[in-house]
């Protein structure tokens, strides 16, 4: 017993460090636990694995504010945890509240409000991607909007290619179905 509380004492210590073997232990050792409280949350494994993503980039960033000595490193993630459920739930009800809007302008005839049909699709179009929240935000904007190359995100954003690469994956296929949704609203 004394043996997993000196690991798991000098884990949290290695971590607050910034030894990136510490980041990958705490990984492995919590990541299936972060994974299972965001899936009951949000009910979507795609929002659950972007969550997981984005506790672990933040518990990394700001491990200069982890005191071992008050927490044990999975509370600490846990607290982190539970405040991006919050921001996804937060951007899942302003991308409902955004989508009725556009909804609700779509309805009427856009020679009668005197909107131009790119204009809708501009609105869409930011209204979907501002759905997405960070990291996946900056990343389709770097990669789509400032025609940045795959590699030199991750390098900017400080993440894995293949970080990125799955982030846009995921980006795409959540702002497909999020355009669709609104193209059928408004037929």
């Known amino acids: 017993m004394v043996e997993v509380e000196t690991a798991?004492?000098?884990?949290?210590?290695?971590?607050?460090?910034?030894?990136?073997?510490?980041?990958?232990?705490?990984?492995?050792?919590?990541?299936?636990?972060?994974?299972?409280?965001?899936?009951?949350?949000?009910?979507?494994?795609?929002?659950?694995?972007?969550?997981?993503?984005?506790?672990?980039?933040?518990?990394w960033r700001s491990r200069s504010t982890f005191d071992p000595d008050r927490s044990a490193l999975g509370a600490w993630l846990v607290g982190i945890t539970r405040r991006r459920i919050a921001d996804a739930?937060?951007?899942?009800?302003?991308?409902?509240?955004?989508?009725?809007?556009?909804?609700?302008?779509?309805?009427?005839?856009?020679?009668?409000?005197?909107?131009?049909?790119?204009?809708?699709?501009?609105?869409?179009?930011?209204?979907?991607?501002?759905?997405?929240?960070?990291?996946?935000?900056e990343i389709i904007e770097l990669a789509y909007f400032s025609d940045m190359p795959h590699a030199n995100i991750a390098e900017r954003l400080g993440l894995p290619l293949g970080t990125v690469k799955s982030h846009i994956t995921r980006s795409l296929k959540r702002l497909r179905s999020s355009l669709e949704v609104s193209e059928g609203a408004s037929d």
């Open 8 to 59: 798991v004492d000098s884990l949290a210590t290695e971590f607050a460090a910034g030894h990136p073997e510490a980041m990958r232990a705490a990984y492995e050792r919590h990541s299936a636990m972060v994974y299972t409280l965001a899936l009951r949350a949000l009910n979507n494994a795609g929002d659950a694995e972007d969550v997981v993503q984005q506790v672990f980039v933040s518990a």
């Open 89 to 137: 739930y937060t951007a899942r009800t302003r991308a409902r509240r955004d989508l009725d809007a556009l909804a609700a302008v779509t309805d009427e005839d856009p020679a009668e409000t005197g909107l131009d049909a790119a204009v809708v699709t501009r609105v869409a179009v930011g209204a979907a991607l501002a759905a997405l929240g960070s990291p996946q935000k």
